[in-house]
């Protein structure tokens, strides 16, 4: 066998194929019929040989690599928990006049000048954990999952011998404490090396190393590895004993979890820049990686008033320290296809570390800024990779340009399907125009259809999809619900009969086995109820991602709510929706007035039941299911306040005056909308009448 070094692309390429047949059918061997096929050694030198060759090769990982499809069936097993209090997730901020920005945006709320004291804390890049004690004793242990569902890490978490198994008598009788559990630096190169010796898979970074170490199904070998933790914030307790940030932290010192000495209150912007730049530079000497620092108002009453927005706290921020950068070539400009049509250049680099992270792709974003930057295709170009988003190009190095290199010239054609693509006047991507009988567009659709905030289903991902698309088995995202059927008998038998035999046999196809295809389908069954945000989501309608899908799902309540007023023409509670822009009005309705959309739509909900959307909020207040305008100037709330309140207590907030509207809270120098309720003879509230309603 050849030396990984001395592999070409293609024979890489070609190894890396087999290798993924090879390891699946040996895991299907394991899995189906207990009954190995490789001897354990011989599995471990195939998956060692994969990864050795994937890490030459980053670009060359199949969708479908071993690899990542451990993870994924391993994953499936962990029992969920359902988080009492969702872990949220906080907004990113990368300099301090937008740090400027978020604290003015704090005292706006609060409608107030006073200085305001924020915890500023050291933003550990591992993976968040919430611990529940019931009576002083820990019960249970989830991750952060999707905020919403976690994964129950009960016994993982009790390896930790930092995290305390009971807490005082006077500790609240319910109490969930939540942090980060990270893997520091020393041990992260310590289980490198004993891998590397034991020709085991080796972690890209800390964070990989600790996710990969708490996710064990077996918490044996959870207990193997060196994990720490620091705690920082609760989730239910019954009894708030606290009354800052910085008191909690007392708390839970006093309880016997590890909080962070480099937390550190802030009086003002200056000690909190003068923080970061402290906390910049002893970065690289601390034992474990942070990514930026987190600033939470201190004050707990202040965090209440100031409360949330969809994903994220508005009384936190995490101020991310600047970007990582490498120097490499852009080898190719490719152009990707979008679900909606549009062109997105993308370059291939020759592939470079950037802050640990090997990277191999770039976003050009579109036409103009590829000109602006005068991108060309061998060019020696400085990259950036910020957090989770896609690497991008800042600058190119004209001075290390040769003679004869020529501009790009974007393409004015679709390069999948040949149609011609145009731009707008007013938009920023050309387009293709052939709609969904271009099969770029229908693939990202489908893709998207079944991504982690649409539908979900796990066991399609992106290769599958283009695959399955290619091959004539999904054309629409109806078609996956009519796969098991069309799939015919799994049974071996069926093999006598082949000739009377047109089933799909999913099973049979290189890289998939019985238990894969019935894991799909499982999945897909699982699927058939839906939510409505979800369900509106995987549409794809442009504009709308999941927040606006969720906007629209609270003010219909039913799909058949939003496509009768769609198909009637009817946009009036559209336009009036806070959050929801003409721009955006016009796409959704545009969608709508689509014959080809409302066919896929119909044909999915055949098999698909769409669930109502049921407002959480408090449904027993005088507010819950009202639409509720505000205008002119009120006296003791903010407007933001006042909005963020009538959502609270379910009402739903709209920007103008309709025949929808319940409301309209009138403060001073109420102009036309005070006029305009009082001609369609809606009820109108002062200020003090409102806050009646909301303090009951
Ligand atoms: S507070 C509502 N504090 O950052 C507050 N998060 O981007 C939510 N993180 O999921 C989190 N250090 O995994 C908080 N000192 C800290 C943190 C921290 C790291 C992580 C955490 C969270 C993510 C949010």
């Not at 087999?18 to 207990?34: G, M, P, R, T, W």
């Not at 946009?571 to 066919?599: P, Q, R, S, Y």
Request: charged share 25%; hydrophobic share 40%.
């Amino acid at each position: 066998m050849k030396d990984v070094k001395d592999l070409s692309r293609e024979e890489a390429e070609k190894e890396l194929a087999f290798l993924a047949a090879e390891i699946a059918k040996a895991d299907s061997a394991y899995y189906q019929n207990d009954a190995p096929d490789l001897t354990d050694a011989d599995y471990d030198r195939l998956k060692h040989r994969n990864s050795e060759i994937e890490a030459k090769f980053p670009d060359l990982v199949r969708a479908d690599s071993p690899s990542k499809r451990v993870g994924a069936a391993v994953q499936s097993k962990f029992n969920k928990i359902t988080h009492r209090f969702p872990m949220l997730s906080l907004g990113d901020v990368f300099s301090i006049s937008e740090v400027d920005d978020f604290v003015i945006s704090v005292k706006r709320f609060l409608n107030t000048a006073d200085n305001i004291d924020f915890m500023a804390e050291p933003k550990i890049d591992g993976l968040s954990f919430s611990a529940r004690y019931e009576n002083g004793i820990f019960v249970s242990g989830a991750t952060r999952g999707d905020g919403v569902v976690g994964e129950d890490i009960t016994e993982n978490l009790k390896t930790i011998k930092q995290l305390p198994l009971t807490l005082p008598p006077d500790a609240p009788r319910i109490m969930e404490v939540r942090g980060e559990v990270y893997m520091a630096k020393k041990d992260f190169f310590e289980l490198n090396e004993k891998n590397t010796a034991e020709k085991k898979k080796l972690f890209a970074n800390p964070r990989n190393a600790a996710a990969g170490s708490l996710r064990q199904l077996d918490s044996k070998i959870t207990a193997e590895r060196k994990l720490s933790l620091w705690a920082y914030t609760w989730g239910e307790t019954s009894e708030h004993q606290w009354k800052t940030q910085e008191q909690f932290f007392d708390k839970l010192k006093e309880w016997g979890f590890p909080t962070n000495p480099l937390n550190k209150v802030c009086h003002s912007l200056t000690e909190i820049e003068e923080n970061f730049a402290h906390m910049m530079e002893i970065r690289a000497d601390l034992p474990y990686d942070i990514d930026g620092i987190v600033y939470k108002v201190n004050s707990i009453e202040l965090q209440n008033r100031l409360g949330f927005l969809t994903r994220t706290p508005r009384w936190a921020i995490a101020h991310k320290f600047p970007a990582e950068q490498a120097l490499t070539r852009i080898n190719n400009i490719r152009i990707q296809v979008g679900r909606t049509g549009a062109l997105t250049p993308v370059a291939d680099l020759e592939p470079v570390n950037v802050g640990g992270v090997m990277v191999s792709h770039a976003t050009l974003h579109n036409e103009d800024e590829i000109k602006r930057k005068d991108i060309r295709i061998g060019d020696t170009v400085v990259v950036q990779r910020a957090g989770d988003v896609i690497p991008q190009v800042v600058e190119v190095k004209i001075d290390k340009r040769s003679q004869n290199s020529l501009p790009y010239e974007f393409p004015v054609v679709c390069p999948e399907c040949g149609a011609h693509a145009v731009r707008e006047d007013n938009e920023a991507s050309r387009r293709c125009t052939r709609g969904l009988t271009c099969p770029a567009q229908a693939k990202e659709r489908l893709k998207h259809f079944v991504s982690k905030d649409a539908f979900d289903i796990v066991g399609l991902g992106d290769k599958v999809i283009e695959e399955f698309y290619d091959d004539g088995i999904l054309g629409s995202p109806a078609d996956i619900f009519t796969l098991e059927e069309r799939n015919g008998s799994t049974e071996a038998v069926v093999d006598l009969f082949a000739e009377f035999d047109n089933g799909l046999h999913l099973e049979r196809r290189s890289g998939w086995g019985t238990l894969s295809v019935k894991n799909l389908f499982a999945a897909i069954q699982n699927r058939r109820e839906i939510s409505l945000p979800r369900f509106i989501y995987a549409l794809g309608i442009p504009q709308v991602g999941s927040a606006t899908a969720l906007l629209l799902a609270k003010n219909y309540g039913s799909f058949d709510n939003l496509q009768t007023d769609m198909c009637a023409l009817q946009t009036e509670k559209l336009v009036a929706i806070d959050g929801i822009g003409g721009e955006m009005a016009k796409d959704i309705a545009e969608f709508f007035g689509e014959e080809h959309n409302l066919k896929v739509i119909a044909s999915l909900r055949q098999y698909v039941h769409v669930a109502d959307y049921i407002n959480e909020e408090i449904t027993d207040s005088p507010l819950s299911g009202k639409t509720i305008v505000f205008t002119g100037t009120l006296e003791n709330l903010t407007r933001a306040e006042a909005k963020a309140n009538a959502q609270k207590f379910g009402a739903k907030v709209a920007g103008s005056v309709s025949a929808h509207t319940d409301y309209v809270v009138v403060g001073a120098d109420a102009g036309s909308k005070a006029k305009k309720a009082a001609e369609l003879g809606i009820s109108v509230l002062s200020e003090a009448q409102f806050l009646m309603l909301i303090k009951q």
